[in-house]
């Protein structure tokens, strides 16, 4: 069994910079793959960073550059550093967990989710 818990979220203006965090708790010593998704209201939750077993990271065409996708494996802390944001990246955050890989870019193969954080770019 797993448990994400996302924060990090908040209000900022374009150009600003966030950091995500999701706090993974598991039952478990198991790896999985692991992955940050975003969803607008009314919209399907759209994949952005992802993180194979190996620690190898793939990043959504969208936030290549801007987004990095990182761990502290001390602590199961993973991290979303997002710089130069937008008001596009206006959506909410979840950090999801799958037990197979490599890493899908398609939500319906992750098992495991947090609640979500809320990230707000204001122009």
């Known amino acids: 069994q797993v448990q994400l818990v996302e924060s990090g979220g908040g209000s900022v203006q374009a150009g600003g910079s966030l950091r995500l965090s999701c706090a993974l708790t598991?039952?478990?010593?198991?790896?999985?793959?692991m992955a940050w998704f975003r969803q607008v209201a009314g919209k399907e939750r759209e994949g952005v960073a992802f993180?194979?077993?190996?620690?190898?990271?793939s990043y959504a065409d969208s936030v290549k550059g801007r987004f990095t996708f990182s761990q502290d494996n001390a602590k199961n802390v993973l991290f979303l550093q997002m710089n130069s944001l937008e008001p596009e990246d206006t959506a909410m955050y979840y950090c999801?967990?799958?037990?197979?890989?490599?890493?899908?870019?398609?939500?319906?193969?992750?098992?495991?989710w947090g609640q979500g954080t809320r990230v707000t770019v204001s122009s």
């Open positions: 999801a967990a799958a037990r197979t890989w490599p890493c899908s870019v398609w939500e319906y193969e992750y098992d495991y």
């Open positions: 598991r039952t478990a010593n198991r790896r999985y793959c």
């Open positions: 993180m194979n077993t190996d620690g190898t990271t």
